[in-house]
């Protein structure tokens, strides 16, 4: 058995990647709560531990090519650079076609499916607050996290409030996922309806594999180790 039971999903996911898809299929956090154990995150959603175990090594055997690479052993100037390049520019590209789709599906749908409404005042919640939270964190704070003369309270004030906007636009995806019913798809929808629910998907799943990066690789970079200075 290649993950044991004990080990936090956090950990899980920055050894084996491939397993994200498996904790985000049963909507086990491996972000904002990625210090769990695997045993606790598993009883809190009600996924028999055994039953887990297996679908993780199911996806770690199933695994082709050379593994991806360690974001925990690349620099943090590369690390900050796939951010960018990578997690930041999807967000960029997709929130502005999202919202107004969200929006239009709302406006032609509300009426049959009154929580088209709600996941659009979410989608609009999350776009206004994700563009707000990408543009601090690439002028202020991985601007100082890579200054040579930073000072170490600003760098730990900056982080401090990464992770709290984190644990935000965590909560606005667990309301667009609890809106958009799991992403489940009626008979009727139209390409406008299919169309916003996958790429909601895909975002949160970028989402939660960004949020992962910075909670778990970049931000333990800059902090003390226990009983340290």
Known sequence: MSVNPSQSVASIVLDHSECAQVFQRHRIDFCCRGELPLEVAAKERGVPVDSLLSELDAAIVARRGPAPASWREASTRDLINHLIDTHHAFLRRVLPFVRPLAAKVARVHGDHNPKLRSLDAAVGELTATLLTHLDDEEQQLFAELLAPD????????????MHSEHLAVAELLRRIREAAEDFTLPEWACRSYTALFGELEALERDVFT??????????????????GA
Not at 150 to 161: D, H, P
């Open 150 to 161: 930073a000072q170490a309270e600003r760098r730990a004030a900056l982080l401090a409030a």
């Open 210 to 227: 960004h949020v992962h990066l910075e909670n778990h690789v970049l931000k333990p970079r800059f902090e003390s180790p226990p009983g």
